[in-house]
């Protein structure tokens, strides 16, 4: 039963830093459509600024940044939560091989994401 209740815990605090995220990254959601849309502007001329035609579309395209940006940067966390729990019930060896599999695996998805942004992205 004390694993079930660590579990949550480390849900809890998962879901919390994710909330406080959320938040951090609200105050600065301006910031975030002009890194989002780097590729795009510097890639091409016809690109200049951004025209939005409702307000909402602003708010949508903000909101949807931030959840974007929050995910992908709670990932590690995340990993790092499973990781610890469970390693009271992995042996030593198979620790350190899945410690190395994650993190092969976390500089992969951030080294893919940033090359398709910057080289994939402006190339369309």
Do not use: H
């Not at 600024?49 to 909101?63: A, M, R, S, W």
């Not at 599999?101 to 998805?109: A, E, G, P, T």
Request: glycine share 0%.
């Amino acid at each position: 039963m004390f694993y079930l209740s660590e579990l949550f815990l480390r849900l809890k605090y998962v879901i919390l830093s994710f909330i406080i995220l959320l938040s951090f990254l609200f105050n600065y959601k301006d910031s975030l459509i002009s890194i989002v849309s780097i590729s795009l502007i510097n890639s091409s001329e016809k690109f200049g600024n951004f025209i939005y035609t409702n307000p909402t579309e602003l708010i949508k395209v903000q909101l949807y940044s931030i959840v974007l940006f929050s995910f992908f940067f709670i990932v590690p966390f995340l990993i790092w939560n499973c990781l610890e729990f469970f390693k009271s019930s992995l042996f030593e060896f198979e620790y350190k091989k899945i410690r190395k599999i994650s993190v092969f695996l976390l500089f992969f998805f951030y080294a893919s994401n940033i090359l398709i942004n910057f080289i994939l992205f402006p190339k369309i």
